[in-house]
Structure formats: C-alpha cells, structure tokens
Nanobody, 115 residues
Framework: QVQLVESGGGLVQAGGSLRLSCAASESIFSLSSMGWYRQAPGKQREFVAGISRGGTTNYIDSVKGRFTISRDNTKNTVYLQMNNLKPEDTAVYYC?????????WGQGTQVTVSS
C-alpha cells in the first residue's frame, strides 16, 4: 500500500503560481506512473498531468504551457508547478500513483484561484 501526501495548495489570484508536492511512502521508481487529477465542485474528477517511470509527461489541453509535472526519485516526490493560474483551475487536486493491478490516491489539496 503506497501512501501519498499532497501539499502546496492554497488561495492565489488569477495569473499567480503554486507548486503542489506529492510525497510517497516508498520509492516512486517502483511505480509505473504518477499523476495529478482535479475535481471541481459539481464536476467529475479529471486527469491533469502525468509522468511515467521513464519521465514521459502528458497534460490535459487546458493546462499545456502553464503546468509542469516533474519527479524527484531521490525524494520520492512528484511536483506540479502551476503558472498563470485561472479561476477555472479551482479544484481539489489529487495525487495518483499506479503500478500493475493497483492504483493509489492522496487525500487531496485545495487550490482556489480568485479573479
């Protein structure tokens, strides 16, 4: 069982930046992929960004050019750098980790962007 703990959320004005962190309880190199999802009030949880064990990244179209996902295997941590934030980015952001036949989630961190 992999434990994931997110941090770094908060309240920011439109155009501002935040960096989310996701610390894993074990080596993230053993995981096939890690990613960030978000869920806004009244909406379904959606994929935001992902990074594979090999470092390949992918993003939802609405955050391309603004968000960057990265990983530090020495710290067992994945980051989501969010720049030029928009009110529509407001949501609870969840860290996800995947390996064969298993999927793990953090507790979520709130990001609120004011206009």
């Amino acid at each position: 069982q992999v434990q994931l703990v997110e941090s770094g959320g908060g309240l920011v004005q439109a155009g501002g930046s935040l960096r989310l962190s996701c610390a894993a309880s074990e080596s993230i190199f053993s995981l096939s992929s890690m990613g960030w999802y978000r869920q806004a009030p009244g909406k379904q949880r959606e994929f935001v960004a992902g990074i594979s064990r090999g470092g390949t990244t992918n993003y939802i179209d609405s955050v391309k050019g603004r968000f960057t996902i990265s990983r530090d295997n020495t710290k067992n941590t994945v980051y989501l750098q969010m720049n030029n934030l928009k009110p529509e980015d407001t949501a609870v952001y969840y860290c996800n980790a995947a390996r064969v036949a298993a999927n793990y989630w953090g507790q979520g961190t709130q990001v609120t962007v004011s206009s």
